[in-house]
């Protein structure tokens, strides 16, 4: 989403980074350059202008002057104002004496029974226990559709056959205290745009249930606009914060930097993929270091951890230090990636690696083919790779649809794999092309 952006942001600061010392004439130049790059981004003008004010006037400050990389220190001094320009607050979600009642309001089309479904999901995993309950009587199919979702995700989805959503919205809060359900979490219905009868019915259905939470939930596809809902629903429903779809789409960025600004409101989960387990929380630190091309380490450690059962982790750490990298444990490790998500959203989130893909399509079909290669093995030589002679080889090119080529080449790949691995576990680090191997001189 934000990849224009991020690029024009780098080339702004990058014209910096060549200067031993920084001057105002230089400085403004680069202030110049971000802010047509935020403009483009469709943020909001007030907060273009806010933004880059504050930071042309740190920029200049004395703290930057004397420091011995003032390049490095504009590029923190940004990276701190795009993190406050988001919201540097907590954005938790608030939970109260259970249950807790989560409303979702927005717009017909912005992805709000979707996001009902992920965020059920997501606080299932947390440990919870949710029930979503179908207030929107006005889209006929937004009540099976709510009802499938649940269905997939197994947690129970209260429909009452009422006419009035204020009252379906009451009962489901009820069913769901009496079941020990300890969230609930209410779809409410959306029209095409912001009117009279949308807000009314809204602050019924708040009045009635007494939400801990009401977050409004925005398209991030409509850049400025999203902007221009989310003050009109903060005019008639105060909301405690946004829930931002289709994070992972061809929108440039702006709703994700203006709404804070905006509305005071923080941007507290996003959804960043069609999955239903694709919604996270926000947090500005680690997108405004995304935007900078800083990588975002501690997402990608959340998503492993997230994708692997600590037993199952320690087990293949201790087998791939020993220098025992069987075709078991590329299946393994290779399968744990894919639970991590799109592999090319993945490897941006590693420091360094953003600018190197710019352009790289990460074609996932070749992976599933080196998978199809290890499956065509039979077990034993999945465990014991070097039985693996030339005639089994031509059968498992042959069972899994590839050449003898492609199948040797990961042969290779995996002995060199056990080899770096077996020098880690040693102490030792392997020789990197163009320097001499430890220990030499």
Do not use: W
């Amino acid at each position: 989403m934000f990849d224009t952006l991020s690029d024009k942001l780098q080339g702004a600061l990058g014209d910096l980074r060549g200067k031993g010392r920084l001057d105002e004439e230089a400085v403004s130049r680069a202030m110049r350059e971000i802010r047509l790059a935020l403009l483009e981004a469709d943020v909001d003008l007030e907060v273009t202008k806010q933004f880059t004010a504050a930071v042309k006037e740190r920029a200049l400050g004395q703290d930057v002057a004397k420091s011995l990389s003032p390049a490095q220190q504009v590029v923190k001094v940004v990276h701190e104002e795009l993190t406050a320009l988001m919201g540097s607050g907590d954005s938790r979600l608030a939970f109260g004496r259970p249950p807790t009642v989560i409303l979702l309001a927005g717009l017909q089309g912005s992805g709000k029974t979707t996001a009902a479904a992920k965020l059920a999901l997501l606080l299932r995993r947390e440990g919870k226990h949710p029930g979503l309950v179908a207030c929107d009587l006005q889209r006929p199919a937004a009540i099976d559709q709510l009802q499938q979702l649940g269905r997939q995700i197994q947690v129970p989805v209260y429909a009452p056959d009422r006419q009035d959503p204020v009252a379906a919205a009451r009962e489901g809060v009820d069913e769901a205290r009496r079941n020990g359900l300890d969230v609930v979490i209410l779809d409410t219905a959306g029209r095409l745009h912001v009117d009279e009868e949308l807000m009314d019915e809204l602050q019924r259905v708040r009045d009635a249930t007494s939400p801990t939470n009401v977050l409004l939930v925005l398209d991030a596809m409509t850049g400025q606009e999203a902007v221009n809902v989310a003050r009109a629903f903060q005019e008639r429903v105060a909301f405690d914060g946004v829930v931002l779809t289709k994070l992972d789409g061809d929108a440039r960025g702006g709703a994700a930097l203006s709404v804070r600004a905006v509305t005071g409101r923080p941007v507290k989960l996003a959804s960043v993929g069609e999955k239903l387990d694709q919604l996270e929380y926000f947090h500005p630190d680690r997108m405004a270091s995304r935007i900078l091309g800083m990588g975002d380490v501690l997402t990608l450690i959340e998503k492993a951890e997230a994708a692997v059962e600590l037993d199952e982790q320690e087990e293949m750490e201790r087998r791939m230090l020993a220098g025992e990298f069987t075709f078991d444990d590329f299946l393994a490790s290779y399968r744990m990636l894919r639970r991590m998500g799109p592999l090319q959203g993945v490897l941006k989130l590693v420091p360094g690696l953003g600018k190197q893909l710019q352009g790289l399509d990460v074609d996932e079909r070749q992976l599933a083919r080196v998978e199809a290669i290890v499956l065509s093995m039979t077990p034993q030589e999945r465990r014991l790779p070097h039985i693996v002679s030339t005639p089994r080889r031509r059968r498992i090119a042959a069972g899994s649809g590839t050449s003898l080529d492609e199948v040797n080449k990961l042969m290779a790949a995996r002995k060199q794999m056990a080899k770096m691995m077996k020098q880690v576990g040693k102490g030792k680090m392997p020789a990197l092309p163009g320097m001499p191997p430890q220990g030499r001189r």
